[in-house]
């Protein structure tokens, strides 16, 4: 509900339309949500269990999905959301089939790919949330150890969101000045200010979250309405999000990984090709190869 509340505070559509398979709680959710309205910029909010309510949709945002089971591998839990993928895309595009989607479900990468393969709709209309979040926790963790704030700070973290996400160093400034510039050892193993231990912090935040609270929700909830902002409102943003890559970078795989990405009415209308260096480059391959040995076992 995170997504749905910091849409609503940014008045962003007319209408809003929720769907879950918890026929209870949804009713639940949206009677509390109504009842709220009048202190929100969006007088329509709908829910029904199944997708005929969000027919015409301009936008359709996924948060669905099964989550890991003690034990379990990547590949099974992709498998379970698989299934699931194919049902819920399919009536989607049955009753908006002209709508782009932010794709927020995890493994997010992967199923940025699968919601493509299955919905048949242009690349440029499927965006997964990727490292959008990424970007912001390093950005503003950038912020903290300066001193000063979050917005001041540029930095991207771009390839498959999570664990093996890659933190672009050479891109890292403060007022247009490039912090490689001040310390030529910036975020490596020689760094005696260990601006590395910045990228750890980005990795271990969530899980460190769900240990404390047992699940994440608002700062997802608030990148993804910022996603939504610059498509609804065709701002043409730089986002950093997951979208198909083959060709950037060497990336030879038929896999999506963030990179910085304009977003506006039509989806993804450009991409910024940010100027990495070669271990840089290497961390985004490997990261496209291992996706790739994932979704080869697919049946999509």
Known sequence: MACTISILIRGLSDELALVDVNEGRLKGETMDLQHGSLFVKMPKIVSRKDYQVTANSNLVIITAGVRQKKGETRLDLVQRNLAIFKLMISDIMTHSPNCKMIIVSNPVDILTYVTWKLSGIPQNRVIGSGCNLDTARFRYLIGQKLGIHAGSCQGWVLGEHGDSCVPVWSSVSVAGVPLRDLNAQLGTDQDPERWKDIHKEVVSSAYEIIRMKGYTSWAIGLSVADLAESLLRDLRRVHPVSTIVK?????????????????????????????????????????AETLWGILRALEV
Do not use: F, N
């Not at 950037?248 to 450009?270: F, K």
């Open 247 to 287: 060709g950037l970078y060497g990336i030879r795989e038929e896999v999506a990984l963030s990179v910085p990405c304009v977003l506006g009415a039509d989806g993804i209308t450009g991409l910024v090709q940010v100027k990495l260096t070669p271990e840089e480059e290497a961390r985004l391959k490997k990261s």
